[in-house]
């Protein structure tokens, strides 16, 4: 991804409404008694557009503006979504997306390990009481919204960077003329 | 050049990394530092707008849920309503006695908001989006008058406590929350003992009690019992209600010393909440 300050600009617009959108609207919805949580499946999905670089500064910058809003000790999310963004942009960097199921299932994937990772970081500091096996349900299912939520945030903002996207670029250089009357 | 610029990633994603230890180090413990509060100054109209603007979708989303949960329900809440009917009767002739007994001794009508305590009244603006964290931000805060450990309720009981003000906003620690402790009196028992959440589970408090000889029964009410001590934060006042004893088997009571409470508040599913302010003790 070319990052030019326009494109810039959007991916910050698109970082900080996916925060608003998470804790205003998600974080309060529920289906089979689980919120779903976008947060993970946003970064990968700045990871595989723009990169490892991409993902992890925006892990950071989307994990640090939840925990400024919800009032918790600063770094705790930043450092699981800068894990996430820099995972998910590597595996961009490594190897081609030819099929079409490896964005959702990388968010799911990404899902599972980054709630396992708050649970890691929060542990870190002591859990001071019993936890529950539903917690492993709810963490299944919330993987499970991120796979068919991940596929609509990345056409999303596949859409919103496509002139920024080398591929993409690429593809439209390449793409044979039409003709007429054929 | 290549290798130069594997050089500055792994340089910035190092720099990312000590960055946030290094937050997280220095933050850790804090109520609310001042970053914390310029940043929720600047969004917390931005989240309320969108908060109530998105209420609808949520309610629509939220009602498919609870129409599924509704059908199981269904049985279960017909066979409480006959109970519930029966006590009712009974729990009237209580209730004119209770008037008259409370006019005798000045007691205050209200047992659910103790006295000198002003509610503020707030709504949930943002909600943790991990399993593990249950706390929700409120659009209520230190202009308004709430302050640290303040207790929160609904229309149903307890919910929790405020950890952290902003002007404002609050942070509140609901009675789910890993790191929750509540003294807490069983009635008409009089047992005291301790209530904690089980993570993953905002419907199932575990109550671990003191040491008593008298034993407790299913259905009966867990209210505040006010008292804070070691390892303890809560400062709530007394006789808050908290929620009901659903499983005390005595093998539990005996042997591990804990029975399990329902919250009467649905932990899951707050909207407008009431802060106790000026009664902290």
Known sequence: ?182 | MYRKQVRRRRAVLALLIVGSFALLTLTYGQGSNSLQRGVTAVFAPVSTVLDRALKPARDLINWVDETFDARGKNQKLEEELQVARKEAVSGKAALAENKELSALLKLDKSAAIPEGAEPVTGRVIALSPTVWFSDVTIDVGSGDGVTVNDPVVNGDGLIGRVTAVTGGTSKVMLLSDHSSKVSVRIVPAGVQGIVKASVGEPERLVLGFLNSDKSIRKGESVVTAGWHGEGIESRFPPNIPVGEVTKATLIEQEAQERSIVRPYADLRNLDTVQVLTGGTP
């Open chain 1, 1 to 182: 991804m070319i990052l030019t300050p326009k494109i810039t600009i959007r991916l910050v617009l698109v970082g900080l409404f996916g925060v608003l959108l998470q804790l205003t609207f998600f974080s309060q919805v529920e289906l089979f008694h689980v919120a779903p949580n976008v947060l993970p499946a946003l970064v990968v999905c700045f990871g595989l557009l723009g990169g490892s670089m991409t993902g992890a500064v925006s892990g950071f910058a989307i994990g640090f503006l939840l925990d400024c809003l919800l009032i918790q000790p600063l770094g705790g999310a930043s450092l699981v979504l800068i894990a996430i963004g820099y995972a998910a942009g590597t595996f961009r960097e490594r190897f081609e997306i030819h099929s079409r199921l490896v964005v959702p299932l990388m968010c799911a994937v990404m899902t599972l390990l980054g709630e396992l990772g708050f649970g890691a970081v929060e542990a870190m500091f002591g859990i001071d009481t019993s936890v529950s096996v539903l917690v492993v349900r709810d963490i299944l299912i919330k993987s499970l919204f991120a796979f068919f939520l991940g596929w609509a945030i990345y056409v999303g903002m596949r859409r919103l960077v496509r002139p920024a996207l080398v591929d993409e670029a690429t593809v439209r250089r390449t793409r044979r003329p039409t003709v007429l009357g054929a």
